[in-house]
């Protein structure tokens, strides 16, 4: 499984694949800095899974989540947020995403949604050409 994690604290992506590719082998992790680069790995790259922060430079969250939607939207996604309130969880849901995390966050939490986010029922789109 391709595994995309889409944030601009290069701690936490760190943090993220090493704990991923240890508790779950056999998984690739690809990694984007911000939205843009998000877009471009999923043009290039299958990806089955999509973890991304929503405040990043250059292209936040929000926006990667809509133009991701326009280009595969069943790709399975999981917000990041430190801010969870109720304005976030709509704004969220409005653009299908209904998986989130809170940060910090446990690893446990984590864990639980990953394992969901796989076992889901999920169709896979086409590798679009940049």
């Not at 999509?50 to 809509?66: H, K, Q, R, S």
């Not at 304005?87 to 864990?111: D, M, W």
Request: with cysteine; aromatic share 6%.
């Amino acid at each position: 499984m391709n595994i995309l994690i889409v944030d601009d604290n290069e701690f936490l992506l760190d943090a993220l694949s090493t704990w991923i590719t240890h508790q779950m082998p056999g998984n690739r992790i690809l990694i984007g800095f911000n939205g843009r680069d998000g877009l471009e790995i999923i043009k290039k790259n299958p990806v089955d899974l999509i973890m991304t922060d929503l405040c990043m430079p250059v292209m936040n969250g929000y926006a990667f989540i809509e133009q991701k939607n326009s280009i595969c939207p069943d790709i399975p996604l999981i917000a990041m947020t430190s801010d969870c309130s109720s304005e976030v969880i709509q704004r969220l849901n409005r653009l299908g995403v209904t998986q989130y995390l809170e940060k910090p966050f446990q690893f446990a939490s984590l864990a639980d949604m990953l394992l969901k986010a796989m076992h889901a029922d999920q169709n896979r789109c086409e590798v679009v050409p940049a």
